[in-house]
């Protein structure tokens, strides 16, 4: 069982930037592709980015392309989301998630989740 824990979330206002982090529990990091999914209040949950587990190829959503930036630290098993620019409509709970192997980065499957970190943007 791969416990991922989410960190860096706040408040902060439109423009600005945060950087979310997700430690995970698991010494084969290396091997998980790792994602970045956001949940608004009355939304269902969609996905942000993912970065794959071997080669780092990364993916992101249209509407965070340019302005938000998927890493990972697999010496610190450790998966980051760079956020700048932030908007209003940014504003959720933002979840990690790891999957020993997807089938696509977007729809995964995922098989481990965090408990999720809030980001509230203000305008």
């Known amino acids: 069982q791969v416990q991922l824990v989410e960190s860096g979330g706040g408040l902060v206002q439109a423009g600005g930037s945060l950087r979310l982090s997700c430690a995970a529990s698991?010494?084969?990091?290396?091997?998980?592709?790792m994602g970045w999914f956001r949940q608004a209040p009355g939304k269902e949950r969609e996905f942000v980015a993912a970065i794959s587990r071997s080669s780092g190829i990364t993916y992101y959503e249209d509407s965070v392309k340019g302005r938000f930036t998927i890493s990972r630290d697999n010496a610190r098993n450790t998966v980051y989301l760079e956020m700048n620019s932030l908007k209003p409509e940014d504003t959720a709970v933002y979840y990690c998630a790891a999957t020993r192997g997807w089938t696509n980065p977007r729809n995964g499957p995922y098989d481990y989740w965090g408990q999720g970190t809030q980001v509230t943007v203000s305008s």
């Open positions: 698991e010494p084969t990091f290396s091997r998980l592709g």
